[in-house]
C-alpha cells in the first residue's frame, strides 16, 4: 500500500516570501503520479501541479514549482512571491494510475499568508 | 455553473435516518468518486465509478453504499446515520482518456454532521 506523509501540519510566511511545503511517499511501484492540491476557505479542492514519475524535470506552474527526488520519494511543493490567496490547505497526493482511481492523499499543510 | 455539483452542501441529521448526497457533472467523465475528509486525516477513498455499471468500494466503504444513476449521476448513501459519519464529503470525477491529465475535478464538498 502506498503512503504518502506531510511532516509540517502548519507553516506561515510573509506575503511576497517564497515557502516550500514537505511531502514524503513510500511505494514499490517504478511508474506513478504526484499532485499538489489546494483547499482554499471556500474548500473546494484545486490542483496546482502535477508531476510523473517517469519524467525527470520539474514540474513548474507559474509561481508554483515542485522539487521531485525520486530515490529519496521526496516531492516538495515550492511557492515563490506568495500572495494573499495562497493561503490554503495543500494536499500532497499520489496516484499509481492515470485516472486516479485510487489517489492516496497526505494529510495536509495549512498555510498562511501574512499581510 | 460548477462542473461538478454536490448538493446538499450542509445538512444535520439525527442518528439513525437516512441520508443521500447527490452530486452530477457536466465534465463528460467516465469515473466519479466520493471521498470523505476529516480534520488530520487527509480525504479518503469511499467508493468509485469507472462507468455506470462498474462500482468498486474505497478504503473506508462500510456503512456506506452508492448509485450511479447515469454517467453524469453518483449519489451517495447513509443507510442509518452515525456520528463517527461527521465530516466534510467530496465527489470527483476524472478522464482517463488521451489528452486528459488524469486529474481528479472535485465538487464543493457537502458539510455533514450527524448528532
Known amino acids: 500500500a502506498q503512503t504518502v506523509t506531510q511532516s509540517q501540519p502548519e507553516m506561515s510566511v510573509q506575503e511576497a516570501e517564497t515557502v516550500t511545503l514537505s511531502c514524503t511517499y513510500d511505494?514499490?511501484?517504478?511508474?506513478?503520479?504526484l499532485f499538489w492540491y489546494k483547499q482554499p476557505p471556500s474548500r473546494q479542492m484545486i490542483l496546482v501541479i502535477r508531476?510523473?514519475?517517469?519524467?525527470?524535470q520539474n514540474a513548474t506552474e507559474n509561481r508554483f514549482s515542485v522539487n521531485f527526488q525520486k530515490a529519496a520519494k521526496s516531492f516538495s511543493l515550492k511557492i515563490s512571491d506568495s500572495q494573499l490567496g495562497d493561503t490554503a490547505m495543500y494536499f500532497c497526493?499520489?496516484?499509481?494510475?492515470?485516472?486516479?482511481?485510487?489517489?492516496?492523499f497526505g494529510t495536509g499543510t495549512r498555510l498562511t499568508i501574512i499581510p | 455553473d460548477a462542473d461538478v455539483t454536490q448538493t446538499p452542501r450542509n445538512r444535520i441529521t439525527k442518528t439513525g435516518k437516512r441520508i443521500m448526497l447527490e452530486c452530477s457533472q457536466t465534465?463528460?467523465?467516465?469515473?466519479m468518486y466520493w471521498y470523505r475528509q476529516d480534520p488530520g486525516l487527509g480525504l479518503q477513498l469511499i467508493y468509485y465509478s469507472f462507468d455506470v455499471k462498474d462500482i468498486n468500494k474505497g478504503e473506508i466503504s462500510d456503512g456506506y453504499s452508492v448509485s450511479r444513476q447515469a454517467q453524469a449521476k453518483f449519489s451517495l448513501s447513509l443507510e442509518s446515520a452515525i456520528p463517527n459519519q461527521t465530516a466534510l464529503y467530496f465527489c470527483a470525477t476524472s478522464s482517463p482518456r488521451q489528452g486528459d491529465t488524469g486529474e481528479l475535478f472535485f465538487g464543493e464538498g457537502s458539510r455533514l454532521t450527524v448528532l
Open positions: 508531476q510523473e514519475a517517469y519524467k525527470q
Open positions: 465534465k463528460g467523465h467516465d469515473r
Open positions: 511505494t514499490s511501484e517504478n511508474n506513478y503520479y
Open positions: 497526493a499520489f496516484s499509481i494510475n492515470f485516472g486516479n482511481e485510487k489517489l492516496t
